[in-house]
């Protein structure tokens, strides 16, 4: 209620202050006379005249749209936003300021912090203007609103109005291709792989058998019962189905959005191998994705892994003790990380010690590869537990299998 009090009282001492001036100027003229007096006062009127007509036109006439390229990017594409600014009235003005307002993360560089143009717009009913964002980064970034902005010649009234104008877009982590290999791990005293269920492949058989009861109709070889009257029925070759769960530290680090960035790589890897994958990450709140495979699936992860942000405020093998406790022990953990330490191995081989697969994928600075004593010795913990660990250097993902052998 103060606050409103003050604007309008402050409207009211602008409205004085132009009467005043214009009041100055006329009595200039009447008693000075002249050409050079009047000539001032005929001048300043059109001045005056606009600065009325300025406070009086509402810029609740103007109507905003916006309209953006595409609403599903990846990290370091560009957007393009057009804003369609459309009125009723022609009111000729000077100068439009017209501002976007938009989350600060979607800016790429610290020293751009907002969408702001300046257009003449004149007497137009319809302007429209363009702006683009480079080098995107990963993200939901929010459009809220549209701030107009305008003035007279003589800067006294100043004019502004916020239209809601809501949108949103959504840029996915970049991805590196890679090759993935099934993990199979070695303790000192054995061999443990994952263990695997088996399942039909019936994209291939392999022979025949006779018919028995319970066999599915579409198995039947109705060639072979055409020829010789016997139902017969396909054999199919068996395969293993390999089951992964992936999960994210959300430890906050400054290589969390290689982290990120592995993970999207890696769950394309793996779904792309026909295995089927799960994901987990743990922070301010939970994400978690059921072990399936299928494009619809690798969307709902690629979709959690733009929205994820390091805001874990518990370490990191305190924060997946509760869910690894849940997961089947068939199911090979892929961790994603950037810091090893002894607690996460030690929690790590209470899940592998059941015959379950394990590794860890320890994400570095590529301008900084020197050894780490303290780091070897974890990592030589981890090779006696069966757990693998392995180096992966930013920037140089997709040969992150070539040397990963199958014990």
Known sequence: MMKRSWNALQEISKVLLLFLLLAGTFSYAMFQGGFVSWFLFYSFLPFSLYSFLVMLYPLRDFEVTRSIQSKELKAGSHAAVTIQLTRKFPIPLFYLVVEDQVSTGIFSTAEITQVKKLIYPGFKRSIQLQYEFENLPRGEHHFTSTELKTGDFLGIF???????????????????QMTYQPIHVQYDQGVASTDVKIQRDTTMATGLREYQPGDRVSWIHWKSFARTNDLMTKEFEERKSHDVCFILDRTPTALFEDLVSFTASLSRAVLKKGAQAGYISTGSGIQRIPVKNGDHHQRQIDYQLAKVQADSDQPFDEAIKKEISRMSQSVVLLVVTSVLTRELIQQLHDYARNNSAVAVFLIKDANNKSKNSDEQQ???????KGIMVRDCFAGHFANVFSEVKQA
Do not use: E, F, N, W
């Open 158 to 176: 100043q004019k502004s109005r916020r239209i809601d104008a809501s949108d949103s877009i959504l840029v996915y982590p970049s991805y590196t």
């Open 378 to 384: 974890v990592k030589a913990l981890a090779s006696s």
